[in-house]
């Protein structure tokens, strides 16, 4: 009997590992699901440093020879360097709601001078402000009260301090973009968008023309841009595809 398949998932900017849970539930023992809570999330809040290189770190030392990668958002973003990091162990990669980050050098530093400032006032707040201001970000605009409520409970895991590290170590202007490096990539990809989520579904149009090995662009009827939030069932249709394909 061949050996359960593993799924490293990555979650996003404000969430923990605990977001998952209902991807984890609806794939059932199909898969040996690790979720791990970021450096400045959840219980890795107070982890020291907060920088991609502790990241790749933390996601090398997972004892699992060869796994599928799932990242959204901001775990998008460090899943595709984790990917290009770790080529022979990354066999298939998942990417919700993502971005290999900004080209223009400009804009970046416009971005990275936004995200200090919100990382300031992050910090001037309790969790439970911030999560409740966060909520109201266009891009997660739409989502049913369900989900609003338990996206606002997994907010609550994580502290002011250890977020705003997360945005200043992590942040869509603290990484370097991949633009050019997505042509590296040769592990089978699925890129998947919401319907409603207009940015990211021209970001995903064209990670899916730059990356040779993109096998999958799909935009979920109805949903926003956290796809796994909104529509898990979809997330664990593609994750069970892979498997019996594979």
Do not use: C
Request: aromatic share 4%.
């Amino acid at each position: 009997m061949s050996k359960t398949p593993a799924v490293v998932l990555l979650h996003g900017f404000t969430n923990s590992g605990a977001s998952w849970q209902p991807v984890i539930s609806g794939l059932g023992q199909r898969y040996r699901a690790l979720a791990p809570d970021i450096r400045g999330h959840g219980f890795a809040s107070g982890r020291v440093p907060v920088t991609l290189d502790a990241v790749l770190d933390d996601l090398t030392a997972i004892g699992e020879p060869r796994f599928t990668l799932v990242g959204y958002s901001q775990g998008g973003r460090i899943a595709l360097h984790a990917a290009l990091a770790m080529p022979t162990r990354v066999e298939r990669l998942v990417l919700i709601g993502a971005s290999p980050g900004l080209e223009d050098q400009a804009e970046r530093a416009e971005r990275r001078a936004a995200d200090e400032r919100l990382a300031a006032s992050i910090e001037t707040l309790t969790i439970e402000q911030f999560a409740t201001t966060w909520a109201q970000t266009p891009v997660l605009a739409g989502a049913s009260a369900e989900v609003a409520q338990a996206a606002h409970a997994d907010r609550l895991r994580s502290t002011p301090q250890g977020l705003a590290a997360a945005l200043r170590g992590l942040g869509t202007g603290a990484l370097e973009p991949l633009w050019s490096e997505l042509r590296e990539l040769r592990m089978p990809t699925s890129i998947i968008v919401g319907e409603r989520d207009e940015k990211f579904k021209a970001i995903g149009r064209e990670m899916a023309r730059r990356i040779p090995s993109a096998d999958r662009f799909l935009v979920v009827p109805g949903a926003g841009h956290a796809v796994h939030l909104e529509r898990p069932d979809v997330v664990v249709a593609e994750l069970v595809r892979r498997t019996a394909d594979s």
